[in-house]
């Protein structure tokens, strides 16, 4: 598993990109590309996990998509109320229970996956 530490500081875009080189293993099955939403409820391990098995379970589904409900159900959990009752938030009020999450997923099989919140 690889992951780039932290770099930004305000301003949080730049149009000078940060560039990193990995070589590819043959256990390489896709590459998850997220915002730090995602590692506000998912270590990286759990979310490799939680894509591979997702995609065992339901190969043509989509694994970005689960990712980001996945986060909500924390979410909601960690605030102490029903998933449900957190999708009735109005997006920009639901920022008191979670930050934006960003997920996407490119298999090196050539499918791409992408999902927001």
């Keep these: ?3 780039i ?3 930004g500081t305000s301003p949080y875009i730049t149009c000078f990109p940060s560039l990193c080189h990995r070589r590819l293993s043959p256990a390489d099955k ?3 590309l997220s915002s ?3 590692n506000q409820y998912f270590t990286n391990q759990e979310a ?3 894509v591979e098995s997702f995609l065992d379970s339901f190969p ?3 694994p970005a998509q689960h990712l980001i ?3 909500l159900f924390r979410a909601a959990k960690k605030a102490g109320i029903d998933f449900h009752e957190l ?3 109005p997006q920009g009020d639901r920022r008191r229970y979670h930050d934006d999450v960003s997920v996407i997923i490119i298999s090196f099989e050539g499918r791409i996956w992408r999902s927001s919140v």
């Design 36 to 38: 730090d939403g995602l």
């Design 69 to 71: 409900e996945a986060v």
């Design 5 to 7: 530490n932290y770099i």
């Design 1 to 3: 598993m690889f992951r």
């Design 48 to 50: 490799v996990s939680a």
């Design 87 to 89: 999708l009735d938030i």
């Design 30 to 32: 896709f590459l998850i």
């Design 60 to 62: 043509e589904g989509d």
